[in-house]
């Protein structure tokens, strides 16, 4: 490397850019764990809608039917 050919800003450029870069790593990581999070929540819903689901077939057909009842 030439060291006359050394610039000062570009030093300070390059360590803005890891700060930036860091920080973005930051983000990455909390967005990975709060669409895990998500994940999570969504498949309990989904089995709570599932179980709802069954339980509502279940007393549909012990409805009566339309001739029966009369």
């Known amino acids: 490397m030439n060291f006359l050919n050394y610039s000062w ?7 803005e850019l890891e700060v930036k870069l ?6 990455c990581v ?14 309990a819903l989904k089995n709570k809608m599932a ?3 069954i339980k509502l077939e279940g007393l ?6 339309g001739e029966e009842a009369a």
């Open 22 to 27: 860091a920080k973005l790593v930051g983000l």
């Open 30 to 43: 909390s967005l990975r764990e709060e669409n895990a999070q998500l994940r999570e929540k969504s498949d």
């Open 9 to 15: 800003t570009m030093d300070a450029d390059i360590k």
């Open 60 to 65: 549909l057909e012990k409805l009566p039917q």
């Open 51 to 53: 179980q709802a689901s």
